[in-house]
DNA sequence: GTCATTAAATGTACGATGTACACTTAATTT
DNA sequence: AAATTAAGTGTACATCGTACATTTAATGAC
């Protein structure tokens, strides 16, 4: 396969460019993430991270949504660029390099018959395995970026259902911190934001006595997203 | 220019992958921005962030650290990546990927003749001119990731010199955050990290009175620096 | 040499925020 | 009806953030 390049750009060596998605999901108060068994050579059949080539005519972020859509059926998902990584051996078939993408999707809504097509499992983050590649620095990274995120933008209502309720919330944030919280503290500050809305409704799931479940309200949601703000929840 | 791609990466269009510098600087209590005029087609003589193309060998890290020392003879430069910037459309002459970093510096440390052999000038940021391509972008979210970062790192302490006054580095965060800061407040908080060495030599440019000079406790610095930590100064 | 000028240096009081902590309630199961 | 389980609730104290005015050291002008 040949390929030309423009004689103005003075360049010997094209690359090949990446993308590999870190897919975060939340269940069973575990924070988990979805692997797939990689089926392409070299290191086929192991476990990787969700990747895919760069378009001729995508940029990076729509690549990403792409591999994403392949393996979850998922549209409008949130995704975060995380890092180029580029070190020349990180791939021993050719030059490549990777853009790690950061996505976060709720456990329910993905489709399983596409998963099961990829080879994929969910896996406890206390569990994940060996991954090819550099893939588990990019786990770690994508970590790294999820509690820093957690402190500053909601993203955790994009890892739980519609419809939740504040022991979950909380559940999950002890999940990104790997800590436990205090119950009182943790309500009072995430209803002092103002982002939650009350239902009528109660899980009964969990425990005997049922615990109410809450929405999101978005427009605060949105308007707490763009203008950058500091959930207020002491790890 | 043809390039053989091994077949087992069934892709039909390799790309450019290039770096680009967001080079800032401090003096005369403004913050700065190092810009080139570009050397070559498409947009030649516009004006530009110092870039260049990935090497063979090479991670992006080493490519930026090359193309950093390049314009200014510096090496050892605190370097953070800071996007993967890749609208197929994004430069006119090829498809290229950017990937953008951004780069501390200390001034009067750089080599002015091969700034001047680049056609390179400081802007004040306020000052910015039009730049090619998405560059204009590259540089405003440096400057977001810059306010960031000197909530959470020394950052400023790599924008000025080796001996500094506590006035140079109030200034320094009232150029950072556009903000003018309480004199008292802003020392008790610096200060308190123990961060800083307090020297036996005034700087008397400033006024007559003069300032006493800090110094940075390198050792401290290492252990906020990987340990990360709240740089006490509110904004 | 005294006075005026300039920027540097310093401390405190108040309000807001973070944090630790124990009992009651609702519903089910035995 | 008694026991069990998890959900729900409020207060007191410590820490941190923030606003704010005067004194000090040195130089330059008269």
């Known amino acids: 396969m040949s390929v030309v390049i423009p004689e103005i750009y003075n360049v010997h060596t094209p690359l090949l460019v990446a993308v590999d998605c870190i897919i975060f999901g939340f269940n069973e108060c575990e924070l988990k993430l979805l692997l797939v068994k990689r089926q392409m050579e070299p290191a086929r059949g192991e476990w990787s991270l969700m990747?895919?080539?760069?378009?001729?005519?995508?940029s990076l972020d729509e690549a990403a949504a792409r591999i994403l859509n392949q393996l979850t059926g998922l549209t409008d998902v949130y995704l975060d660029q995380l890092y180029a990584h580029s070190d020349p051996d990180r791939d021993p078939g050719a030059r490549v390099i990777s853009v790690s993408y950061y996505a976060l999707i709720k456990i329910s809504q993905h489709n399983q018959e596409l998963a099961k097509e990829h080879d994929a499992e969910w896996f406890k983050l206390s569990e994940i395995p060996k991954l090819i590649f550099d893939h588990n620095l990019m786990v770690d990274m994508a970590l790294?970026?999820?509690?820093?995120?957690?402190?500053?933008?909601?993203?955790?209502?994009?890892?739980?259902?519609?419809?939740?309720?504040?022991?979950?919330l909380?559940?999950?944030?002890?999940?990104i911190y790997q800590k436990e919280l205090d119950r009182r503290n943790f309500r009072k500050n995430v209803?002092?934001?103002?982002?939650?809305?009350?239902?009528?409704?109660?899980?009964?799931?969990g425990s005997r006595k049922g615990a109410w479940l809450y929405r999101f309200n978005i427009s605060k949601y949105e308007s707490f997203r763009n203008q950058g703000f500091f959930f207020n929840?002491?790890?």
Chains 1, 2 share one sequence.
């Open 51 to 58: 990747g895919g080539f760069l378009g001729e005519h995508e």
């Open 233 to 235: 929840v002491s790890v």
């Open 170 to 175: 909380q559940a999950l944030y002890e999940a």
């Open 191 to 205: 209803l002092s934001m103002g982002m939650l809305e009350k239902l009528d409704e109660k899980d009964k799931t």
């Open 144 to 168: 790294q970026l999820l509690r820093k995120q957690a402190k500053t933008k909601p993203v955790g209502f994009e890892l739980l259902p519609e419809k939740f309720t504040l022991p979950q």
